[in-house]
């Protein structure tokens, strides 16, 4: 059974940087496009960026363009978001979600089947 686990969430100021980590247990992690994924309270999961099998191919949601940068280290099954310049709006809990086979690039939490818990992230303004 594949198991994610965020890490690196915490409380930050505006203008502030921090990078979130997803270690995944279990075979076969470089076969599966990655994604992360944000929510609020009250409100849906809110896709933030995503990343191909081979880190060749990545797509952000438009606000944290510039900002967010994702990237994977198959040899150690990790998927990282590094968040720049953050801002009070990034607020949320972040999760990090394997994408359903074949489906790199949606946008849709339902192309997701695994989810990890969620590391809380607060930009103070």
């Known amino acids: 059974q594949v198991q994610l686990v965020e890490s690196g969430g915490g409380l930050v100021q505006a203008g502030g940087s921090l990078r979130l980590s997803c270690e995944a247990s279990?075979?076969?992690?470089?076969?599966?496009?990655m994604g992360w994924f944000r929510q609020t309270p009250g409100k849906g999961r809110e896709f933030v960026a995503c990343i191909s099998r081979t880190a060749l191919s990545i797509r952000y949601e438009d606000s944290v363009k510039g900002r967010f940068t994702i990237a994977r280290d198959n040899a150690k099954n990790t998927v990282y978001l590094q968040m720049n310049s953050l801002k009070p709006e990034d607020t949320a809990a972040y999760y990090c979600?394997?994408?359903?086979?074949?489906?790199?690039?949606?946008?849709?939490?339902?192309?997701?089947?695994?989810w990890g818990q969620g590391t809380q992230v607060t930009v103070s303004s």
């Open positions: 979600a394997r994408a359903r086979a074949l489906k790199y690039g949606s946008t849709d939490p339902r192309d997701y089947d695994i």
């Open positions: 279990g075979p076969a992690f470089s076969s599966y496009p």
